[in-house]
Structure formats: C-alpha cells, structure tokens
C-alpha cells in the first residue's frame, strides 16, 4: 500500500517569507508525527498528532512554527518569517495509533532558506 | 526517556554480521529498545525492538542483556544495502523518538 508521502521534495525560498509543508499519512493512522533534520544530525521531534489535536507540541521551537490536522488525516507544517537556521530535511511519520510500536517515516521535504 | 550511546561509526564485510552496540545505563524498566535506520537521503525505516527478551524479524535481531543496560543489533548477513545510519532510540512508547547521532555502518564488498 501507499506509504508516508510528503509534498513538496524540495522547497527553496527566500528568508523571512512563509512557507507549508504537507505530509499524507498512511489511511487509517491516527498518530501523526513531525520531525526535523539538520545536516549530519538525527531527526528531531517537533510536534505530534492524535486524531486532529495536538498532544505534544513540545518540540517546536518558537512561534513562527504552527502545525494543523484539521480533518485527522492532512497535516500541514507551517512556517512564518523563514530564517536561514530552518534549512533543514523536514521529516513526517504515521503510526497506527498513538501506542504503535511502528512510526512510518515520509521521504521529507527539504527546506532552503537562502 | 533514556539516553543512549553508539559508536560513531562502524565498518562490516559483505556477507558477514554486522554487530552494533548500544549502551542505555539508566533505561527504565518500562522502556523499550527501538532500531531505526536511515538510507541516505531517506526516511528512518524501523527495523526492530524489544523489552527485555530478544527478538528476531526477518530484519534483524535484537539482543538485550539481562540487566538491560546495553543491547546489539545483529544483521545477520550485510549486504551493501545495509549501509546506513543506525539509530538506537529508549522510549516508553512511540509517541516522541528521540534521536542521537547514531552509528553509520559502512558495508564493503
């Protein structure tokens, strides 16, 4: 079946301009999880769904990232003022349920900030 | 949750196991091992993870000593599509991963 898929790839834009990143989860999951990646670390976690609210957002770090999951399925990561410090691969993952063993991780989408 | 500890890296022969170790000294005892790894320029892909016995998929297997304080992962036998980053994650559930640094395994023919 069809995995995690994330939209766009790549996204090049210029600092201080907004941006949003989509993930498709896979049908059926309801936990949602949104990481982030700086080159040569391990991901990071940003902020994670179950069902359409957000459980833990403890992740994000200041109030220029917002997430949504309006129907429990789309999640959209949004970004306001891009500074060059959110270059970075932006990584979503699905999970059955909140207490899955599994999270299924995207390809992600890989945000320049020039 | 727990923290762990990898080696940076490690290197393997076709064909042969690939062995890695993590330590995870202060694990609770209700927290799991989890492996992931990561291709380059993909995803984290889970491979496998245990409580306290070991355990063994089609993947790997996962051996975790008695005091719980460190576990290896075990590919049986490499093949250079196992080269990757290897993530050794302590967690009580699924519901935030954290990631170290990781080990990156190098397969060489």
């Known amino acids: 079946g069809a995995g995690v898929s994330q939209t766009p790839s790549n996204k090049v834009t210029e600092k201080g301009k907004y941006v949003e990143l989509r993930c498709d989860p896979i049908s059926g999951h309801t936990a949602l999880y949104w990481y982030r990646q700086s080159l040569g670390q391990g991901p990071e976690f940003l902020i994670y769904f179950q069902g359409t609210g957000a459980a833990d957002d403890s992740g994000l770090p200041n109030d220029r990232f917002f997430a949504v999951r309006p129907e429990g399925s789309v999640s959209t990561l949004k970004i306001q003022r891009t500074e060059r410090g959110d270059s970075a691969v932006y990584l979503c993952?699905?999970?059955?349920?909140?207490?899955?063993?599994?999270?299924?991780f995207g390809p992600g989408t890989r945000l320049l900030v020039l | 949750d727990a923290k762990t500890t990898q080696p940076t890296s490690m290197d393997c022969a076709e064909g042969r196991a690939a062995n890695l170790p993590c330590n995870h000294s202060?694990?609770?005892?209700?927290?799991?091992v989890y492996w992931y790894r990561q291709i380059h320029s993909q995803g984290p892909q889970y491979i496998i993870h245990g409580l306290k016995n070991n355990e063994t998929n089609e993947m790997a297997s996962l051996i975790i000593t008695e005091d719980r304080k460190s576990s290896t992962l075990i590919l049986p036998h490499a093949t250079l599509r196992d080269t990757a980053v290897y993530y050794c994650?302590?967690?009580?559930?699924?519901?935030?991963?954290?990631f170290g640094q990781g080990t990156r395994l190098t397969i060489n023919p």
């Open positions: 993952a699905s999970s059955q349920t909140s207490r899955a063993e599994t999270q299924y």
């Open positions: 994650i302590v967690s009580r559930g699924a519901q935030k991963l954290v």
């Open positions: 202060t694990i609770s005892g209700n927290e799991y």
